[in-house]
């Protein structure tokens, strides 16, 4: 199974500003996906990040808000812009593994707990 | 749509106790279904999986049997511990969308 890290573990940042979240792969993975899980909530999904293409962005998330970056296959990059106390969250990615002849199962990092003031 | 419903919470129980936590799902098609754990300030773990009906997942003492025909994927544990104390999703994943959809989670709770 993957392994994922993320960077940072935590932050606290201040209104207006934004933050780059970092997630790290060890193995070369094609989906990448970006989830949000803010207090006391499940999980929803951001985006969905391919290696060589736009992100695909789920209803109600703009490009503008939360850019991502994927250069390759095993790192991608998802920015918090213009920080309101509404986007303190725990941010997390996760990537897919499967093959064709199996199912396929998603692993996730261990998540960026996100505070704004 | 396709969706997943489980038990609210908070579920409190005292330190040896049985649990269940329902889950129920609506879909089309043949789901893999997945219960996650989330332990106190840390990220989402794969708890156990079942990808196709009559499957039983197992993992640290926990189970969960995908029916099909009730279309639900309960989990169970017959003795819990403190330590068990986390939140529980249930979710499941259409290989062909690859999304995953989650449950709105529970909250256990066990005294020691």
């Known amino acids: 199974s993957a392994v994922i890290s993320q960077k940072p573990s935590r932050d606290i940042c201040q209104r207006g500003t934004s933050l780059t979240i970092q997630c790290q792969v060890d193995?070369?993975?094609?989906?990448m996906f970006w989830y949000r899980q803010q207090p006391g909530q499940s999980l929803t999904l951001i985006a969905t990040?391919?290696?060589?293409?736009?992100?695909?962005?789920e209803s109600g998330f703009v490009i503008d808000k939360f850019p991502i970056s994927r250069p390759n296959l095993t790192f991608s990059t998802l920015t918090v812009s213009n920080m309101s106390p509404e986007d303190s969250s725990i941010y997390l990615c996760?990537?897919?593994?499967?093959?064709?002849?199996?199912?396929?199962?998603?692993?996730f990092g261990p998540g960026t707990r996100l505070t704004v003031l | 749509g396709n969706s997943v419903t489980q038990m609210e919470g908070p579920v409190t129980l005292s330190e040896e106790a049985f649990l269940t936590i329902n889950c129920t799902y609506t879909?089309?098609?043949?789901?893999?279904l997945f219960w996650y754990v989330q332990y106190p300030g840390e990220g989402l773990q794969l708890l156990l999986k079942?990808?196709?009906?009559?499957d039983k997942g197992s993992n640290k003492g926990f189970e969960a049997t995908y029916r099909k025909e009730t279309t639900s994927f309960h989990l169970e544990k017959g003795s819990v511990q403190v330590s068990d104390s986390a939140v529980y999703f249930c979710?499941?994943?259409?290989?062909?969308?690859?999304?995953?959809?989650f449950g709105s989670g529970t909250r256990l709770s066990i005294r020691p």
């Open positions: 996760s990537v897919e593994e499967g093959t064709v002849n199996s199912y396929n199962e998603q692993f």
């Open positions: 193995s070369q993975v094609t989906m």
């Open positions: 990040a391919n290696q060589g293409s736009e992100a695909t962005y």
């Open positions: 879909a089309t098609g043949y789901p893999s």
């Open positions: 079942a990808t196709k009906a009559d």
């Open positions: 979710a499941l994943l259409y290989s062909s969308a690859s999304k995953i959809i």
